[in-house]
């Protein structure tokens, strides 16, 4: 074999070799076969005297019944919120200011649930979400104490109420649960104490959180009251603290009211971080004082300071309405639940629903929803692969998921479930 026929073969094996292995050695990263993913969805339904889990492999179409495909829970009236990773259900339950007994659930590689734990949160709870491996609750209004567990008292000798308790759940050991107080006295250098509402992860090690500042309650404060009368109405404060409540920094603006939607003792997020890693926050403008029309503002990914040159009137796009509820969908695409009368209280009814595009700023209404005079109630919804699962009871229907494309605020009715009263929540579980 002469020297040029040695060197053609060579250069045809090294072309085979190549190919044979394109997709591992000789191709990129992108190209690679990625672990896949399963799972199931996760929804938390009412019956007439206990609630109850449902899985399912599909939201889009047909009729489940609790009769014959659920597992029944000990306790009801729980708030479920779905970690993505790890891939958790976190069942929290509210009991007027007693201790709550909690529940974590996963998907086993079978695709069968199991319950990882129990936990119990002896402070109650206002507002909730999830920093790094934990799910986060937070309240206000709490006395802080010494190191001898004395509590501290103000200048007139009466116990202080500006801590802030919260308590982390470890969702990768067994749910442990650690309790932090903190103390909010002139946190934002105005000598007034704030609460906190919601529990945004900035993927950098610090969770961003809206305050509500206010002068310390007073002493007729009671239930789950954790404010006290609102001095500054017009402004809006939102905070960043580390895993050790440290806190990193505040950002500060009067474009806006503050950031947190209310009823009753509980404190909804009105703040979401958009696909591009920047971070929305909302007003509903909730304050009967306050001059601002709802509305919103941008912190840039990994900004200190709000965004000078963004702002989004909201409120002038509704037609005058305001919301009470906020939830990111994707990329830049938000779901608001508004209220049903353009003057309302802090009790007033809500249930219109709405899209807002944050980069375009523009609002739709959702078409193909029931109106607002027939939802009697709703559940916690999923965002998943683009699209909004919105559980909605009606008073002569079975209660339904809603399947919402957010492009074109366009609805269609998915699955329901019968013999239930409502649909509580909607989550997905995976595992690889």
Not at 24 to 42: A, L, Q
Not at 188 to 201: C, K, L, M, R, W
Not at 243 to 271: E, F
Request: some cysteine.
């Amino acid at each position: 074999m002469n020297t040029k026929t040695i060197f053609k073969k060579a250069l045809l094996l090294a072309f085979i070799t190549c190919n044979t292995l394109i997709f591992t050695s000789c191709d990129n990263d992108d190209n690679k076969v990625k672990p896949k993913t399963t799972g199931s969805f996760f929804l938390s339904v009412s019956g007439e005297s206990a609630e109850y889990i449902i899985q399912t492999d599909n939201l889009e179409t047909g009729n489940l019944s609790i009769a014959n495909n659920s597992k029944t829970l000990e306790m009801s009236g729980y708030t479920w919120i779905f970690s993505e990773n790890p891939s958790v259900a976190v069942g929290l339950i509210y009991q007027q200011g007693d201790p709550g007994i909690g529940l974590g659930y996963a998907v086993n590689q079978d695709g069968t649930l199991h319950e990882l734990g129990q936990f119990q949160i002896s402070s109650r709870f206002t507002s909730y979400g999830f920093f790094d491996k934990y799910a986060l609750t937070g309240v206000g209004g709490q006395t802080p104490v010494d190191a001898n567990g004395n509590a501290l008292v103000d200048q007139n000798g009466n116990p202080r109420t500006d801590g802030v308790t919260f308590n982390f759940i470890d969702l990768e050991n067994g749910l442990a649960l650690q309790e932090k107080t903190i103390t909010t006295l002139n946190i934002t250098g105005n000598g007034e104490q704030a609460t906190f509402s919601g529990i945004v992860d900035m993927g950098n090690g610090e969770f961003l959180t809206g305050l509500v500042v206010s002068q310390p309650r007073g002493a007729d404060g009671t239930g789950g009251a954790s404010s006290g009368t609102i001095t500054y109405p017009d402004s809006v404060w939102v905070a960043t603290f580390d895993a050790n409540l440290n806190l990193k920094r505040i950002y500060r603006d009067d474009r806006i009211s503050y950031s947190s939607g209310r009823y009753r003792s509980q404190y909804y997020s009105q703040t979401g971080k958009a696909d591009n890693g920047n971070v929305y926050v909302f007003s509903g403008s909730f304050e009967s004082t306050t001059t601002k029309p709802c509305g919103a503002l941008k912190i840039n990914k990994n900004a200190t300071t709000f965004d000078p040159s963004y702002y989004f009137n909201i409120e002038e796009k509704t037609g005058g309405y305001r919301f009470r509820k906020v939830w990111h969908i994707t990329e830049n695409y938000f779901m608001l639940e508004l209220y049903n009368d353009l003057i309302v209280s802090g009790l007033g009814a809500a249930t219109q629903y709405g899209i807002v595009n944050m980069e375009t700023k523009t609002f739709s209404w959702i078409n193909g929803i029931p109106s607002k005079d027939q939802i009697t109630a709703t559940g916690q919804p999923l965002a998943y692969e683009g699209k909004m699962y919105f559980p909605i009871v009606t008073e002569n229907d079975d209660p339904a998921i809603y399947i919402i494309e957010p492009a074109n605020a366009l609805a269609t009715k998915g699955i329901s479930i019968s013999g239930a009263t409502n649909i509580n929540a909607a989550g997905r579980l995976i595992y690889k």
